[in-house]
């Protein structure tokens, strides 16, 4: 079993992470790639003295139990104590309409209510500043508790006894209380009555969003949780989408392959708004559209992989030694030095987000000529780079090849560009680029397809696998029917799957030989089979792979393929993208249901 047992909480603004026994371990404020305010996560609790969460603690505690309130993020923690007493806590971040727009501030809340008996609890709000380095300064009023960090400021508003938190003072719970954290800014109203409205306004607002979705009559429980989760990782401000909340959950045991991933992925971004479209949440595509939009047009052309959520391109990686790691796993990193990477693939990615625009009818803002002239920008780059060296879309630090994914994703983004300018009526362009993208998919198939081992390989003139080469039908590249997919799968299955899962390559890089299976390779795994008419066995892996998923229904990016034990950041938008899709692809339809 995981110890990744935590529930996501958020808002678009902001998220958390909740253990079991109801405290918030993780969170960054005042946005997702802000100081990490709470932090124990990635400190441990071995000390009295120890920082860095918001716990609510049951004397004489026995057992605990958790869930989501349905179709929502609001998360319900119950504690029972050995005498008959219990308590709930219910966590969320606000989200809802008013006055004519959407409101969602950097702000949790939390209520804690007795439920059975007299139970006797302890409120611990101990936050941390500069990464876990210290703890802020303290003042007080009379409903508020102010923690002066050295780049923001925390207010605590409550009707609980100020007392009673400052100095952890246990007491017996006999009414409800509320806990309001966010900027430091006066509460109007009552703290009781602005949680219990901003709750249920927030269930509201989120049964409105899910009602809305386009779903599969099977595993119907499990995209719902899916897609939350992936609305809960995209920006609202600026329209970016986080690959996950955490930075540094390692991807296996004291690997060092400890990762910051606060930032939007170009690539990962694009299979989220893709898989969030599918299900008619259109919203989220519109936004990234207008964030892809801004970062090409400050790029020149010249697109790195991976961007700030403001749309800002630098992101320097430090090692901060304040935060000992996850379960003492460092080393932490803050920032990501893949901006500096060459990571060719990402034209096709921009590419095929802002197809969209031109082709999906449901859109506010229909693609025009002048957007399409701006993308034209980034096919040529994807044309003259699709058969040069990068780091590959693994983001491989110590090496560079021409990387068949990443000539594939070239291909991708003359390819759609040619099918725009036909949907535009252009003649000219739709010739041009489809000659490209002709081109570009013969020096493919030449250089990338192995007789020896009837399949594509992972670089030009390679000889080695990896698990990207699963998308060549999804991409377009080739045809299901097409006998290279068949023989590419096959190879994919012979030295990439380890019992239920597959790696995305196996060949030591770095850090080393992979330990763990990255989860999306396997639902890719899963998609392909689907498309070569092996449904059964499909099936049977997905629901499989649906078995790895934590006690809430969320995915980190790895999994130990022999004791299924999660690992990496988390929750992982990839992981969460590859349920979605496979599980759309292999439901019965609603008409086959009844």
């Known amino acids: 079993m995981s110890n990744l047992q935590l529930g996501a909480i958020g808002n678009s603004s902001i998220g958390a992470l909740v253990d079991g ?34 716990g609510v603690e049951l004397s004489w505690l026995d057992r605990t139990e958790q869930h989501y309130l349905p179709n929502t993020p609001i998360l319900v923690t119950h504690l029972y104590d050995d005498r008959g007493g219990a308590v709930e806590i219910v966590d969320f971040a606000p989200r809802f309409r008013q006055f004519g727009r959407l409101f969602c501030p950097a702000q949790l809340v939390r209520i804690v209510r007795p439920i059975a008996g007299s139970p006797r609890i302890k409120v611990k709000m101990r936050p941390a500043d500069d990464y876990g380095r210290r703890r802020p300064e303290v003042t007080s009023g009379s409903n508020h508790i102010r923690f002066v960090g050295s780049s923001t400021v925390l207010r605590l508003t409550t009707d609980c006894s ?4 400052l100095e952890e003072m246990p007491f017996v719970l006999r009414n409800g209380i509320s806990f309001v954290m966010g900027p430091d800014e006066t509460m109007q109203g009552g703290v009781a009555e602005v949680a219990r409205r901003f709750l249920e306004l927030t269930e509201d607002y989120w049964h409105d969003w899910v009602r809305d979705l386009s779903i599969p009559f099977e595993w119907q429980d499990e ?16 329209g970016a989408v986080i690959a996950a909340l955490t930075t540094s959950v390692p991807e296996s045991p004291d690997s060092g392959r400890n990762w910051d991933y606060r930032f939007c992925w170009l690539r990962d971004a694009y299979f989220v708004v893709n898989a969030l479209n599918r299900l008619n949440a259109t919203r989220t595509m519109e936004r990234y559209l207008g964030y892809i939009i801004n970062v090409a047009a400050s790029s020149e052309g010249r697109l790195q992989p991976v961007y700030r959520i403001s749309g800002r391109a630098d992101m320097d990686e430090q090692i901060v030694d304040s935060l000992p790691g996850y379960r003492g796993m460092g080393p932490v990193r803050v920032g990501n ?58 983001e491989l ?130 998609d392909a089979l689907a498309v070569l008419g092996r449904c059964d066995e499909a099936r049977a892996l997905f629901e499989a792979t649906l078995a790895r998923r934590n006690r809430l229904g969320l995915l ?37 249901a009844f």
């Not at 969170?27 to 003295?49: I, K, N, Q, T």
């Not at 995209?223 to 600026?238: G, S």
């Open 162 to 165: 100020i007392t009673a938190v």
């Open 223 to 238: 995209i719902i949780r899916a897609a939350i989760t992936l609305k809960l990782a995209a920006y609202d401000d600026t």
């Open 337 to 394: 030095q893949a901006y500096l990477q060459v990571q060719n693939d990402v034209y096709g990615s921009a590419i095929l987000a802002a197809t969209h625009a031109f082709f999906d009818r449901r859109l506010a803002s229909v693609g025009n000529e002048g957007l399409f002239r701006r993308l034209e920008v980034l096919g040529e780059q994807a044309a003259a780079l699709h058969a040069t060296p990068d780091a590959g879309l693994w």
């Open 21 to 54: 026994a109801g405290e918030i371990v993780w969170a960054c404020m005042p946005r997702f790639d802000g100081d990490a305010v709470f932090c124990s996560l990635l400190r441990g609790r071995r000390e009295p003295s120890d920082f860095g969460f918001m």
């Open 556 to 592: 980190s990016e790895d999994v130990n393929p022999v004791t299924g034990e999660l690992w990496g950041n988390f929750p992982q938008t990839y992981s969460m993208v590859g349920l979605i899709n496979s599980a759309t692809r292999l439901s019965i339809p609603w008409d086959k």
């Open 397 to 526: 630090r110590g090496s560079a090849h021409v990387h068949t994914f990443s000539s594939v994703m070239c291909w991708v983004a003359c390819d759609r560009l040619a099918k725009i300018a036909t949907r535009l009526g252009l003649s000219e362009p739709s010739r041009r680029w489809r000659a490209e993208a002709d081109s570009i998919h013969a020096v493919i198939c030449a250089r990338a397809w192995s007789e020896k081992r009837g399949s594509f390989v992972a670089t030009f003139e390679g000889d080695t696998m990896d698990a990207s080469l699963l998308l060549l039908v999804e991409l377009g590249f080739l045809a299901a029917a097409d006998p290279r997919f068949a023989g590419t799968v096959a190879a994919v299955e012979r030295e990439l799957r380890r019992g239920d899962f597959i790696f995305r390559y196996t060949q030591p890089d770095d850090f080393g030989a992979p330990e763990n299976a990255f989860l999306v390779c396997t639902f890719w795994y899963i």
